[in-house]
């Protein structure tokens, strides 16, 4: 499957997008059906009537999905856990909710309460069961879709007010014409505002902008035990964020966010340098990042393993699931700067200071200038992509890890084997790693993207393969004291549902 998607292409692959970009536009040109339902959803029991009753007079018919087909996305997620976990006998839920307002959502947690259903909070759908155990309990979704409104943008105070169910794609929108922005870039800019928060998901753009935690000024949530306003800490006082920040939902339905936003820069240039080894190319990183410069981000990315996705001098694509990934250390590694300013001087003294911290010439850097422009297309596509990838026995999936800078180098050693070890024990080829390292102040963000061909197996046999890939992440994580997003999320678990949900009425 791999190798028929890696056709000959004229643009060069540089970061993962671009990976996404060929992969999606290989996928065009192919006839795949449509994807069926899985034969779990024809099992689904149908919602019982004095259920539907009661719930159709809080909610308006066309907001309470019951039928199977509606149902069946629900069971997992977009994400390839999600999509394993449909595949499976897990339960959908009884129905997905669409409330409009904050009222609404009181009534259906009273409502729950009342029948002892439980409620699952849903964004997008990007990682609504991480942090959750598996049950067979009966439970409903409420989806944040109709609760989007940008409420208030103040330019003075340089913040805005949105509700929970808006996304980052859709405020950059509406900034971008104000000359402002949230300085935030996530992976997915289709993510909602209040799955970003209850995940804690953190911002590729820190170096310049801050974490996730930086930006928030109030959140607002709606929880079994009321309404609860949380606000950015004053000094020496204690962050009571963390019942709502990164708790996964646990504590309730976030509904709106003041968000903290800054001036569209007036300049801005993408620098990018290539170094012989990724040893060099790490030790440029932390300079860059413990100077004064303050670049709007930095990252690493091997160039080796892109190149995969490229025209070779055949004008040939290397089929990458023939290929192990180079040795950790030995290909050519890739910096990419992004530099802001308020003139073209400015910019060119910023990138001259750049230059002349990693001792490197004016000819070795790449330049490219202006204003980033707003991703339509593959941000929104990537899910697809990914869905129509599983079901042609196709592994992408996407791992991450949080790392002190002291401990990185040996730390992407060590993950690297370990993955590739598990890519070669679960492929029907040799898969690849696409790695790429995102600086913060205190620590790296490593991405890492599996490609691979699976063997042919039922699914109890890829839930055991995925388990093992988590387990074999999570282990090479323990080892060099890092964190995965999803054990930030869990900390706050506990504290979350003692306090603002004691009856248990969240699926947790």
């Known amino acids: 499957m791999l190798a028929s998607l890696l056709t000959p292409a004229t643009t060069r692959v540089a970061t993962f997008e671009d990976v996404w970009q060929n992969l999606a536009s290989r996928l065009t040109l192919l006839e795949i059906p449509p994807a069926p339902i899985e034969m779990h959803a024809a099992h689904q029991p149908p919602l019982e009537e004095p259920l539907r009753y009661s719930l159709e007079r809080l909610f308006d018919k066309e907001r309470i999905k019951s039928s199977p087909v509606e149902l069946q996305p629900y069971r997992g997620g977009e994400s390839y856990p999600g999509f394993i976990r449909r595949q499976q006998t897990h339960p959908a839920p009884l129905a997905v909710i669409e409330p409009a307002n904050e009222r609404e959502i009181v009534a259906l947690i009273r409502w729950a309460g009342q029948r002892d259903i439980h409620l699952l909070p849903w964004g ?74 209850a995940t804690n998901a953190i911002n590729t753009k820190s170096l310049g902008y801050g974490t996730l935690a930086c930006n928030l000024l109030h959140i607002k949530a709606i929880t079994p035990a009321g309404p609860v306003t949380v606000a950015y800490p004053q000094s020496g006082k204690q962050d009571q964020r963390s019942l709502v920040l990164g708790a996964n939902g646990r504590g309730g339905f976030i509904t709106e966010v003041t968000l903290r936003i800054y001036p569209q820069p007036a300049e801005r240039v993408q ?21 004064e410069l303050r670049p709007i981000s930095a990252q690493l990315v091997d160039t080796a393993a892109l190149e995969l996705f490229e025209v070779n001098s055949n004008h040939k694509y290397l089929p990458f699931t023939h290929h192990l990934r180079p040795a ?125 061909n699976q063997l042919e197996s039922d699914e109890a046999t890829k839930a055991r393969g995925l388990a093992h890939i988590q387990s074999t992440a999570q282990a090479t994580r323990q080892r060099w004291r890092a964190v995965s997003t999803s054990a930030l999320a869990t900390r706050a678990l506990a504290a979350a549902g003692q306090v603002l949900d004691p009856a248990g009425i969240i699926l947790f």
């Open 124 to 197: 997008t759908g990007t990682a609504p069961y991480q942090g959750k155990k598996q049950t067979q309990e009966p439970f409903m979704v409420v989806k944040s879709k109709r609760i989007n409104r940008i409420l208030n943008l103040d330019k003075e105070q340089l913040s805005v007010r949105v509700q929970a169910g808006a996304t980052w794609a859709e405020i950059e929108r509406e900034l971008t014409p104000q000359g402002l922005s949230t300085g935030v870039d996530f992976p997915w800019a289709t993510r909602t505002i209040g799955g970003t928060v």
């Open 271 to 291: 620098l990018r340098a290539h170094f012989a080894h990724r040893e060099l190319a790490l030790s440029a990183l932390q300079k860059i990042v413990q100077s």
């Open 328 to 452: 950790p250390g030995t290909s050519t590694s890739q910096l990419r700067i992004l530099l802001t300013g308020r003139t073209g001087k400015s910019l060119d003294k910023r990138a001259r200071e750049l230059r002349e911290l990693l001792g490197i010439t004016a000819s070795q850097v790449k330049e490219k200038r202006g204003l980033p422009q707003l991703s339509q297309g593959i941000c929104t596509a990537q899910p697809q992509l990914c869905q129509q990838l599983w079901r042609h026995n196709v592994l992408a999936y996407t791992l991450f890890a949080t790392v002190a800078w002291r401990n990185l180098a040996g730390f992407l050693v060590d993950w690297e084997d370990a993955l590739t070890s598990v890519l070669q024990s679960q492929s029907a080829r040799s898969g690849t790693l696409l790695t790429m390292v995102h600086a913060a102040k205190d620590c790296a963000l490593v991405e890492t993207l599996l490609l691979a």
